[in-house]
Nanobody
């Protein structure tokens, strides 16, 4: 059974940094894309960052320049480094991994940024 587990969330002040790793386990191979999305109550999930297998990266417009995504295929890990955090970054952050045959989501990790 495939499982994705995010960690690293918490409460920080504006301008602070957080690093969110997401570790995959189970039968998951040849991962096409690893990505991060975030969600606030009453809204749909918003793309934060997406990294394809050939390292093409897309960042959401609201986080570009402040966030870096990286991936380690051997360890099945995707990491989101977030700097210069703003109160509007407050959300639950979810990782997602996609293969040719399936996709999986983590349970989410909460990030709260205070002004």
């Amino acid at each position: 059974q495939v499982q994705l587990v995010e960690s690293g969330g918490g409460s920080v002040q504006a301008g602070g940094s957080l690093r969110l790793p997401c570790v995959g386990s189970g039968f998951i191979y040849d991962i096409d894309s690893m990505g991060w999305y975030r969600q606030t109550p009453g809204k749909g999930r918003e793309l934060v960052a997406l990294q394809l297998s050939h390292n093409r990266i897309t960042y959401g417009a609201s986080v570009k320049g402040r966030i870096t995504i990286s991936r380690d295929d051997a360890e099945k890990v995707t990491t989101l480094q977030m700097n210069n955090l703003k109160p509007e970054d407050t959300a639950t952050y979810f990782c997602k991994m996609l293969t040719m045959y399936n996709d999986w989501w983590g349970q989410g990790t909460r990030v709260t940024v205070s002004s």
